[in-house]
């Protein structure tokens, strides 16, 4: 079998995604996290007006990451994840899930052995990278 006969086979043999049934639950639970985001933000900047920009948005972060880690607790973000796929990974909500998820996987093996030791077992990866590209770009930084 030649590389066209093979492409051809593989086209005519692989399953089709449902992209639109996939694509539009993601894009729009994606949007409604963010949108609990940005409402989660305008309300504690009308609640903490002495606080500056770079506060309320660290603020925010914060209590998405805090609720993202509590429904993951309680069951809720793996049925979010279930319906909206990619829709509940790329917020920071998705991240808290990452940690949170191996961390009560692995939680009948102990509190070291299980949970400290396996929590980051798929957001450690993203957190090496995201240190050391931030140390980069600071780096860079200092010479531009």
Not at 16 to 33: C, D, H, N, Y
Not at 40 to 61: P, R
Not at 108 to 129: L, N, Q, Y
């Amino acid at each position: 079998m030649d590389k066209e006969q093979y492409k051809q086979y593989v086209k005519d043999t692989a399953p089709r995604s449902p992209e639109v049934r996939t694509l539009l639950p993601a894009f729009f639970v994606g949007g409604l996290i963010c949108a609990i985001g940005q409402a989660i933000s305008d309300l504690l900047s009308l609640w903490l007006k002495d606080f500056e920009k770079d506060q309320i948005a660290a603020l925010t972060s914060a209590i998405l990451i805090f609720l993202g880690a509590l429904l993951t607790g309680l069951g809720v973000y793996d049925k979010i994840g279930k319906f909206a796929g990619g829709g509940s990974i790329v917020p920071i909500t998705g991240f808290a899930n990452s940690i949170v998820s191996p961390a009560m996987e692995y939680n009948r093996e102990g509190i070291f052995f299980g949970v400290c030791a396996k929590m980051f077992t798929i957001a450690g990866p993203i957190i090496v990278i995201g240190i050391a590209v931030s140390v980069l770009v600071g780096i860079i930084g200092m010479f531009l």
